[in-house]
């Protein structure tokens, strides 16, 4: 590009006494083909250049003479030989604010500071109008003292892709701009050059200011938590090798008061270069630490108990799988304990929960002192413990421990000004001796305690085979189970489910009850297992959804067209395949009934051995409306993952939350999370054992949809609850 030699660090002249004209006034212009100093080889390179498109220039830096090509004048809009005083007019056609910048440009080339000439400026055009110009060029002779004599290069119109740049900085900016309003922080890599842009709300979340938090990749890296750093940088070098099509990672970054926030960062690379490599990578923070607390505190209830901070059920049975292999492995033995406290009712009847609370916490500890560190102690539920003794000897005085356990159990407790005195029961089976799977060391435990209560309770109680006698009364109430369907033994009674925000009725949930001819009133607790264990829960199954579909079709014609009844299944029914006219599907077709006339209850036990079987089944109820309900909620591991991989419409919170529900209280801060939890993936919540207005009030609070319990009523025959529905809905209208 042709310079304005007046803005010159230094004047370019030649010898004064050959050239002492002044570079600062106006030169001669002359098109090509001019006589000026040509060679032939000039004549071909410029004929090159014409051929390329690209306007051509020639300066000689001693004269101040300047050459234009033909196409230089054109990109300009004007015919060749058009603009006179070409010098002149060529800085006067720079736009302003360009002109500095060429200049520096010029002179950073004459200086040494640069190996080329080149700058991209703005020049105005005949009709005005501006058109960006490409300009780069290189001296091509000196004198014998080093100085510059001559200068050519060329003049590209970029205008083309001067607008495309443009266009992509406004889409960058409208697309930044809209991730900034969803609340994400925008971070912006440039990979080949090693600095990173970060947005105003990016560094507000970790409580700095743009000035603080240093632009460069490693800034927020140095600040990742040690733990996550490794998985982070694991998958964002999957997406840079294209293993991945976008890259996601979740972790933890410190914070500026030292704190840590969790983060859910999202990216995708933008560019690479030839070979491939990535050369800019744009992407977002989105704060995640609300939704990884309140996992987290319904992952820790998973996995222990939150009054005891025991294991729980399921973490036992995790530990116990593993013992055994190991067990099994090293040949050695194990023992499994079952306890009771003896006469833990009536604390809890006399002195309150809250006692008992306090009883069943100085328990636990008690039994974690009486054991190793290497043994589990657990509890199961209630006053329920399990002790899990792993690494014993055939020469392991097992008796000596129950006894220091029993003797420690039967000391004092002192439940504020109160002192009470409990025992326990303990049943104890050993492995392998007694058997090898853990279901039937589960068994043979239980029937162990079994004995230990019918033996008068304070004592302990080995599995033996004689205990098999248990198992023989089993085999004969499952006898009579066979018959009390046939006989007509059953019933169903019905427990309203309220809705919470308005106080009306329009679901209840389906209760079996068996009239034992001889032995009365049979708790489903005692007959339920056995009817899974001998599969007649399918035939019974089958009985329940049959009178329940009779009762909702009456009820939605004299309750309210909405009305809903959900009944309980257990995993055997999905283990079975059904007769035709046995699909519940079909059948509320053939009735003319809507699929959501029903809710089916299931258990994580459904979900955790879920096989095709489950799925399509689940799928055929999505299909046909039927809304299904994840019973006994925040009792069991399986649940939190399951929501995401299965159709559920419902999570019933299970009564152990809710009986001892409290202001502040960790039940309290366990129900509110998982209501957040099941809101924000689209689910609806139950609460069972309501049994106060207290409860019901902090339900309220947390946002809970449903709740049914004592407090409202009892489970009640089918006239009854109609009654019942009718005086409370009547009672709500204005």
């Not at 370019?12 to 002044?22: K, V």
């Not at 006994?632 to 419902?650: E, N, P, R, V």
Request: charged share 25%.
């Amino acid at each position: 590009m042709i310079q304005d030699p007046s803005s010159l660090t230094e004047p370019l002249a030649g010898p004064t006494t050959d050239h002492p004209e002044d570079l600062s006034l106006p030169h001669r212009f002359r098109p090509w083909g001019g006589e000026h100093f040509e060679s032939d080889g000039d004549s071909r390179w410029q004929l090159a250049l014409e051929c390329s498109g690209s306007g051509a220039w020639d300066w000689n830096l001693l004269t101040g003479e300047q050459f234009h090509s033909r196409r230089w004048q054109e990109m300009l809009g004007y015919q060749a030989g058009e603009i006179a005083d070409a010098n002149h007019e060529f800085v006067n056609r720079v736009h302003p604010d360009d002109k500095a910048l060429m200049s520096a440009a010029f002179n950073d080339y004459l200086q040494g500071r640069t190996d080329s000439y080149s700058a991209d400026v703005r020049l105005r055009c005949k009709d005005g109008s501006w058109k960006w110009i490409h300009t780069r060029g290189t001296v091509v002779s000196h004198d014998a003292q080093g100085r510059a004599l001559r200068m050519i290069g060329i003049h590209t119109d970029i205008s083309d892709r001067k607008a495309a740049e443009s266009a992509l900085r406004d889409n960058e900016e409208r697309w930044k701009l809209a991730l900034e309003s969803t609340g994400d922080g925008v971070w912006d890599w440039h990979i080949a050059s090693g600095r990173e842009f970060f947005s105003k709300r990016l560094v507000e979340m970790y409580g700095f200011t743009q000035e603080e938090l240093a632009q460069n990749p490693e800034a927020l890296d140095e600040r990742t938590h040690p733990d996550d750093l490794g998985p982070m940088q694991n998958d964002r070098q999957a997406h840079f090798n294209g293993l991945t099509p976008t890259y996601s990672n979740e972790h933890r970054v410190q914070c500026k008061d030292g704190s840590w926030k969790w983060v859910h960062t999202r990216g995708m690379v933008i560019s690479r270069d030839d070979a491939g490599k990535p050369t800019r990578m744009i992407g977002t923070h989105t704060d995640i630490t609300d939704r990884k607390n309140a996992e987290a505190l319904v992952r820790q209830h998973a996995y222990f108990d939150p009054l005891t901070n025991l294991p729980n059920r399921r973490m036992l049975r995790d530990r116990l799988e593993q013992e055994i292999k190991r067990s099994r492995r090293d040949a050695l033995q194990l023992a499994i304990l079952f306890i009771d406290l003896d006469h833990f009712k009536e604390v809890n009847d006399t002195l309150g929960h809250d006692s008992g609370d306090v009883l069943l916490v100085e328990a636990a500890r008690r039994l974690r002192q009486c054991v190793r560190e290497c043994d589990t102690v657990a509890r199961m539920g209630g006053d329920e413990f399990t002790v899990l003794l792993t690494e014993l000897t055939p020469d392991t005085n097992l008796e000596s421990l129950l006894q220091k356990m029993l003797h420690t159990m039967a000391q004092v407790f002192v439940l504020g000004q109160e002192q009470v005195f409990v025992s326990a029961s303990v049943g104890v089976t050993l492995y392998p001796m007694d058997g090898t799977e853990l279901d039937a060391l589960y068994k043979n435990a239980d029937q162990a305690l079994y004995a230990a209560k019918g033996a008068g309770r304070n004592r302990f109680s080995f599995f033996t085979p004689a205990l098999q006698e248990a198992t023989l009364a089993r085999a004969r109430l499952t006898t009579d189970l066979r018959q009390a369907l046939v006989q007509q033994q059953f019933q169903l009674l019905y427990q309203p489910i309220v809705e919470l925000a308005t106080g009306e009725v329009r679901k209840s949930e389906a209760l079996l009850r068996w009239h034992h001819p001889e032995r009365g009133l049979i708790s489903p607790a005692a007959f339920i297992p056995i009817a899974e264990t001998s599969g007649l829960i399918v035939d019974i199954g089958e009985w329940v959804f049959e009178q329940a579909l009779t009762q909702v079709q009456i009820w939605r014609e004299s309750l309210h067209p909405a009305f809903q009844i959900s009944i309980n299944t257990s995993p055997v029914q999905f283990q079975h395949s059904h007769a035709a006219n046995s699909n519940w599907v079909m059948r509320l077709l053939a009735l003319g009934l809507p699929g959501n006339c029903l809710s089916v209850e299931i258990t994580e036990g459904v979900l955790l051995d879920s096989d095709d079987i489950v799925t399509t089944k689940l799928l055929e109820w999505r299909d046909a409306g039927i809304q299904v309900a994840l019973d006994d909620f925040g009792t069991g591991y399986s649940s939190l993952a399951y929501l995401q991989k299965f159709d559920i419409d419902f999570i019933k919170i299970d009564q152990s939350f809710v009986r001892d529900l409290q202001p502040q209280s960790t039940n309290f801060a366990l129900c509110k999370a998982m209501v957040a939890m099941a809101h924000a993936l689209g689910l609806q919540v139950v609460a069972e054992g309501v049994e106060t207005a207290a409860q019901r009030d902090l339900l309220l609070e947390t946002g809970c949809d449903f709740a049914q319990g004592y407090f409202y009523a009892r489970p009640m025959a089918p006239e009854g609850l109609h009654v019942w529905v009718t005086d409370r809905n009547a009672g709500l209208q204005p």
